[in-house]
């Protein structure tokens, strides 16, 4: 089995260097690092670098975009990706190589370390319009060839939640999506002011309006507008709100903040719901990925491959 190992990054350059460093000890087939229009100095980083075979550049800061660029380029038959900001811990490329035959796509824990210790994610799964859906961590997920096939690679409409989007379509597949524990990384740094889900998967903080255009526009996209969809839309953003208020009330938020907050959870939630309505029209099979993989070829703008040399 080879494992192609995709990163994108963009502005994090000192933090890609110990993701890669990681990596190839883990020694996968290849290390595909997928740069966004970085200021530090990360291409020179990347091109010193003999561990890392392909550097793709981009102009494009979209993390699907990078993502289904490295898909672009990669050469295994086990197409993994991993967030620049996580160290795979020993073993991870032995628990990815144990656990895809049996399975399409897999993901495992990230290892926080805090001031009281470690902490560590749990597999998440829901039932969503009648189907179970296991959820990829954006930032520690593998996938065969065939199963990025089928679903078309990554939805690039999406600026955040773009593995949760796969995941609902891997499920509309029947494809089979494991949690594996020993497929650990971990984040030595304390990012405990970013949402972990949103971070993984390319996001930054509490922008309510990507969150929830996000949101709608995956839950239209995949199910179709049906009671079950606006529920779980206006049952996270009351949540949300009361959670905001309750900052409010102990004076660590303004009163104009909330409000700001409420208009752009509504904004991006009813943007979301036409534009994922659009989406399910444009594309009426059960992958649902209008904007995938297959939908353009120039999301390059240059390539460093070291493979073509050898």
């Known amino acids: 089995m080879e494992i192609s190992?995709?990163?994108?990054?963009?502005?994090?350059?000192?933090r890609l260097a110990a993701c890669l460093d990681a990596l190839a000890a883990e020694a996968p087939a290849e290390i595909?690092?997928?740069?966004?229009?970085?200021?530090?100095?990360?291409?020179?980083?990347?091109?010193?670098?003999?561990?890392?075979d392909v550097l793709i550049e981009l102009d494009d800061r979209n993390v699907n975009v990078a993502r289904n660029a490295g898909l672009d380029r990669a050469r295994g038959d086990v197409v993994a990706f991993v967030s620049q900001d996580l160290a795979v811990e020993a073993g991870?490329?032995?628990?990815?190589?144990?656990?895809?035959?049996?399975?399409?796509?897999?993901?495992?824990?990230?290892?926080?370390?805090?001031?009281?210790?470690?902490?560590?994610?749990?597999?998440?799964?829901?039932?969503?319009?009648?189907?179970?859906?296991?959820?990829?961590?954006?930032?520690?997920?593998?996938?065969?060839?065939?199963?990025?096939?089928?679903?078309?690679?990554?939805?690039?409409?999406?600026?955040?939640?773009?593995?949760?989007?796969?995941?609902?379509?891997?499920?509309?597949?029947?494809?089979?999506?494991e949690?594996?524990?020993?497929?650990?990384?971990?984040?030595?740094?304390?990012?405990?002011?970013?949402?972990?889900?949103?971070?993984?998967?390319?996001?930054?903080?509490?922008?309510?309006?990507?969150?929830?255009?996000s949101l709608?526009?995956?839950?239209?996209?995949?199910?179709?507008?049906?009671?079950?969809?606006?529920?779980?839309?206006?049952?996270?953003?009351v949540a949300d709100g009361i959670g905001t208020a309750k900052d409010v009330l102990r004076g660590e938020g303004l009163p104009s903040r909330w409000f700001a907050d409420g208009r752009d959870v509504a904004i991006g939630g009813l943007r979301g719901l036409y534009e994922g309505v659009r989406a399910r029209w444009r594309d009426r099979s059960p992958r649902r990925n209008p904007n995938g993989w297959s939908a353009r070829s120039d999301r390059a703008v240059a390539v460093d491959d070291c493979r073509e040399s050898v």
């Open 32 to 52: 595909l690092v997928v740069n966004g229009p970085s200021a530090d100095g990360t291409s020179g980083m990347c091109r010193d670098r003999p561990d890392v």
């Open 179 to 213: 949690w594996v524990p020993e497929m650990a990384v971990a984040q030595r740094s304390d990012r405990s002011d970013v949402q972990p889900s949103v971070l993984a998967d390319g996001g930054d903080g509490h922008d309510w309006g990507w969150r929830y255009h």
């Open 216 to 237: 709608a526009y995956r839950l239209a996209k995949n199910y179709g507008i049906r009671p079950a969809v606006a529920y779980r839309v206006t049952r996270h953003a």
């Open 5 to 14: 190992v995709v990163v994108p990054t963009l502005n994090s350059r000192e």
């Open 92 to 177: 991870w490329r032995d628990a990815v190589a144990a656990a895809l035959p049996a399975a399409d796509a897999i993901t495992g824990p990230v290892r926080r370390h805090l001031e009281v210790g470690w902490t560590a994610d749990e597999d998440d799964r829901r039932k969503v319009g009648g189907r179970a859906v296991r959820y990829l961590n954006g930032g520690n997920m593998a996938f065969t060839r065939a199963a990025l096939e089928a679903i078309d690679g990554f939805d690039e409409h999406l600026v955040v939640g773009g593995a949760r989007d796969a995941s609902h379509r891997l499920a509309a597949l029947d494809r089979v999506v």
